[in-house]
């Protein structure tokens, strides 16, 4: 069974930065992509960062909202994902949720390619 366990978050000021953590468990680890969603209240879940095989190597997409302030990880002996965020400003401020989904390491489908999910993180940005 997938597990997938966020950790990290906090209330930050604007500019600030944290670094979430997701443990994942029950699964070899390379079988999956794996990715962030954030929601805010009121608004949809949206993808913020996700990290597939490309080859032997592993590449990163990231929301354009993002791009340049957040660097998504992965530790594949902690079997761990990381999500760096840098820069912080108040619209970054949600429930962050670790994803895993895809085939084989791909992220087949982009940001619809997720299947499991974690319970998130509260992550807030005050001006």
């Known amino acids: 069974q997938v597990q997938l366990v966020e950790s990290g978050g906090g209330s930050v000021q604007t500019g600030g930065s944290l670094r979430l953590s997701c443990a994942a468990s029950g699964y070899t680890y390379s079988t999956y992509c794996m990715g962030w969603f954030r929601q805010a209240p009121g608004k949809e879940r949206e993808g913020v960062a996700r990290?597939?095989?490309?080859?032997?190597?592993?590449?990163?997409s990231y929301a354009d909202s993002v791009k340049g302030r957040f660097t998504i990880s992965k530790d594949n002996e902690k079997n761990t994902l990381y999500l760096q965020m840098n820069r912080l400003k108040p619209e970054d401020a949600g429930m962050y949720y670790c994803?895993?989904?895809?085939?084989?390491?791909?992220?087949?489908?982009?940001?619809?390619?997720?299947?499991?999910w974690g319970q998130g993180t509260q992550v807030t940005v005050s001006s």
């Open positions: 994803a895993a989904g895809g085939s084989d390491g791909y992220c087949n489908n982009g940001w619809l390619s997720f299947n499991y």
């Open positions: 990290i597939s095989k490309a080859g032997a190597i592993s590449y990163a």
